[in-house]
């Protein structure tokens, strides 16, 4: 199935992109997207971050599903 | 769904702006104590570089829908008569604001401890991205302490 991502601040610097389409199998959960991510960008392995899932940073692992809107948060740094 | 209150400013936040919010509260009798919080753009300086602007982004849509949570929240625990949050966007330079953060009630004890709550929720939950600019144009992105 294909999921959305869309990426912020340092994130999206380190890896040239603000959004993307990526390719993942079904049942993908949240603990595998981050492998995957992790696996795509040799840049995530030193940098920080969270995964937003319907603009909300789940608890607990979750299946995702395509009409997620997920989000790659690095560190915040409002104020 | 219910209108959410505006709160991204783009580029600094103006002290006159700031003054025009005061004002408009001397209409409002029932208050008796404000507290405000400005955070202001500071020249640290990162390994032998001045910072000079901040540019900040967010993740708007998640932003707003947390600042509402957080708002409804402080409500819930605070008998605040109102309570108003503004945030720069784009470029914010030293010296100049990024965050008015400003919570009335009737007596000043409950507007302290409001405020403190909502300016550490703000920092830890809401997502805000700054980037700290260099003179020479180059950047650091910053990350709050906890």
């Not at chain 2, 769904?1 to 991204?8: A, D, H, S, W």
């Not at chain 2, 001397?26 to 910072?51: N, S, W």
């Not at chain 2, 939950?125 to 709050?144: R, S």
Request: hydrophobic content about 40%.
């Amino acid at each position: 199935m294909e999921l959305k991502i869309i990426y912020f601040g340092m994130i999206a610097e380190a890896i040239s992109r603000t959004e993307e389409i990526i390719l993942v199998p079904e049942y993908c959960d949240l603990n595998k997207l981050y492998e995957l991510l992790k696996n795509r960008y040799k840049q995530l392995h030193k940098l920080s971050f969270t995964i937003a899932v319907d603009k909300e940073i789940p608890s607990d692992n979750k299946i995702l599903i395509p009409k997620n809107e997920i989000a790659l948060l690095p560190p915040f740094s409002g104020g | 769904m219910k209108k959410r209150k505006t709160v991204f400013v783009e580029g600094p936040i103006l002290p006159s702006f700031i003054a025009n919010s005061i004002e408009k509260h001397q209409t409002k009798t029932t208050i008796g104590a404000h507290d405000i919080f400005l955070g202001q753009v500071r020249a640290d300086e990162i390994e032998g570089k001045k910072v000079t602007a901040i540019a900040y982004s967010a993740y708007t849509e998640m932003a707003e829908e947390k600042l509402e949570q957080i708002r409804e929240a402080t409500f819930a625990s605070y008998d605040l008569t109102c309570m108003h949050i503004y945030h720069s966007l784009g470029t914010v330079k030293t010296g100049e604001i990024c965050l008015f953060v400003f919570v009335s009630s009737a007596h000043r004890k409950v507007a302290f401890d409001a405020l403190e709550y909502l300016v550490e929720k703000i920092k830890k939950e809401v997502p805000i991205f700054g980037k700290e600019i260099f003179a020479d144009e180059t950047h650091v992105w910053k990350v709050n302490k906890v």
